[in-house]
């Protein structure tokens, strides 16, 4: 959580680290502020709220000269979101200024250290402590700031992306890493400091991803030199090329990045397949896969672990992989499987899922499963992100950036992933026949036209939301390939409109939540032609017979569920594997509309961020 965003060079950085800054508000948005040097002191300006707060709130309180700077845009952890816990936060003296994303666990017993040595806190904050610790080790030791940065930080456990700046050397910035991400734009003799590029994407494709526990000092007019924190050692940078454009990450004339993410996912899904699937060949290439082939054949089973959205894609992927492939699946919540010590063995192939590819529990799983000597896995969208490199082998989803809080896209695309994996593997291993190979091949080719088919019911679905948008609570039903399809349905309206949701396998209901349904229960089921379709019009009787009120998504053409339902909402008709490529869209264009006109904000979603680097 948390963004960070720093700039050295020649230009005026206040532009840059304030458009960063909005960049990386999807990273938190409960407090924000910045520091910039203007030649002979900090400026510093903060404030509970959003990065437009701030905005306002600069043009108060300070100038905004300067060639470095650095912003911050928060999710609490240490401390309630108010403007003294904003960042940037800086040293008692005054001469040292930090920001921060993550978590320094052991604060608690440095601070009572540094107050008896007289230091004094304004703030509830760990990011307060740690700018002092290096105050302290720097006075102590008398060493530059980047060996205080550097001793400071073998002492503190926990996590961090920090960039800090002394002001009576103001021609350098110091970062360092571990946990959270931090990404360092290349440019000529100036470089940009982030949580990922996009804030310095117009301004350089070069970037440098630091590893954990490396830290870098960035001057200008000089070349970075990055160290490992721990042993001094120096590390050769490793320079990437991005490959997004500034396009990418800006609204595009939707309303909100969500709705532009939902309308993107005919094209996202054509990107994450491209190259890959050789429907006419009958071929599926994924280096990934087919470097490690022998290690999913020989897997005792496969256990994906992920978190949220990621999760419900992973529970697709486990009938997917079950049913075509054959393999045994378990899928796990991360935050549990990394503390329940599970049974692990260098057979197991463990599949990590995250769009982020920074996801703090994910990422712990990862390293435990490791650790167990089983084979990991990535399926990450972000490119060069942390899970993305912790991984044995992975595939990426090519999402492009998604930047609306609630995953749309990542979901559909990952989905798009386990199912090449699942076919790959069920050729493999004989599970499946060449002709039903092919033609779940040109299925999924065919997925791309038929969500631009599903979104056209847009203003159908606006019609159907106007409707249901006052209700308290909602059921989603679905069954098989579609139970995780109501389960993504319910966390969508939940996150973004804040209405109670709960999802459920429709042959569940019976056995307790049927006794919710009255007249002002809208339920949500999904009764595609493929895949148990009579039993599900048989759950649909039973809520109609208690008066529920039923919105089915059904298959085009569908007379049964209509005869029945009080709306219905229509996707095209495909193999029952892929059907969750499509019932998702409308459950994603409902939540949408619902939380537009309740007025709520889509794009970020109270009390949640993007990216969730804390456990
Ligand atoms: C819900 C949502 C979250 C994420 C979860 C995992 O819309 O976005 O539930 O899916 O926090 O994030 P990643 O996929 O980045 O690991």
Partial sequence: MCGIVGYIGH????????????????????????ALYDGSDIKLSKTKGKVADLEERVKEEITTEGTIGIGHTRWATHGVPNDVNSHPHYSNSGDLVIIH???????????????????????DTDTEVLINLIEEVKKKQNVKLGKAVQLALNEVVGAYAIAVFDKNKPNEIVVAKLGSPL??????????????????????????????????????????KIRKIKDDSEVNPSMQE?????????????????????????????????????????????????????KFLNANRIIIVACGTSWHAGLVAEYIFEDLARIPVEVEYASEFRYRNPVITEKDVV????????????????????????????VCNVVGSTIARETNAGAYT?????????????????????????????????????????????????????????????????????????????????????????????????????????????????????????????VFVIATKKGHYEKVVSNIQEIKSRSGKIIGIVTTGDVDVKNVADHVIEVPETIESLTPLLTTIPLQLLSYHIAVMLEKNVDQPRNLAKSVTVE
Avoid at 195 to 216: H, V
């Fill in 183 to 224: 990404a360092i734009g290349i440019g000529d003799d100036e470089f940009f400091i982030a949580s990922d590029a996009s804030p310095f994407i117009e301004f350089t494709k070069n970037a440098i991803y630091l590893e954990d526990e490396e830290m870098a000092i960035v001057r200008r007019d000089k070349k970075i």
């Fill in 351 to 378: 599949i990590a899922i995250s769009q982020s590819g920074e996801t703090a529990d994910t990422l712990a799983a990862i390293k435990l499963a490791k650790s167990k000597g089983a084979f990991v896995f990535g």
């Fill in 11 to 34: 230009r005026e950085a206040y532009p840059i680290v304030m458009e960063g800054l909005k960049r990386l508000e999807y990273r938190g948005y409960d407090s924000a502020g910045i």
């Fill in 101 to 123: 994303n993550g978590i320094i666990e052991n604060y608690d017993s440095i601070k009572t250290e540094l107050i008896k040595r007289g230091y004094v806190f304004k703030s």
């Fill in 398 to 522: 090519h999402a492009g950036p998604e930047i609306g809080v609630a995953s749309t896209k990542a979901f559909t695309t990952q989905i798009t992933v386990l199912t090449l994996i699942a076919l790959k593997l069920a050729k493999a291993n004989g599970s499946m026949s060449n002709s039903v190979f092919h033609h779940h091949l040109q299925e999924l080719e065919l997925i791309p036209e038929k969500v631009k088919e599903a979104l056209k019911a847009d203003e159908h679905i606006k019609k159907v939301a106007e409707i249901y948008k006052d209700a308290k609570n909602c059921l989603y039903l679905g069954r098989g390939y579609n139970f995780p399809v109501a389960l993504e349905g319910a966390l969508k309206l939940k996150e973004i409109s804040y209405i109670h949701a709960e999802g459920y396998p429709a042959a569940e209901m019976k056995h307790g939540p049927i006794a919710l349904i009255d007249e002002q229960m809208p």
């Fill in 242 to 294: 991005l490959k997004f454009n500034l396009e990418q990450i800006e609204k595009g004339g939707y309303e909100h990045f969500m709705l532009k993410e939902i309308h993107e996912q005919p094209n996202a899904i054509r990107d994450t397949y491209r190259g890959r699937l050789l429907a006419k060949e009958g071929i599926i290439r994924m280096a990934g896969i087919d470097d490690n082939i022998e």
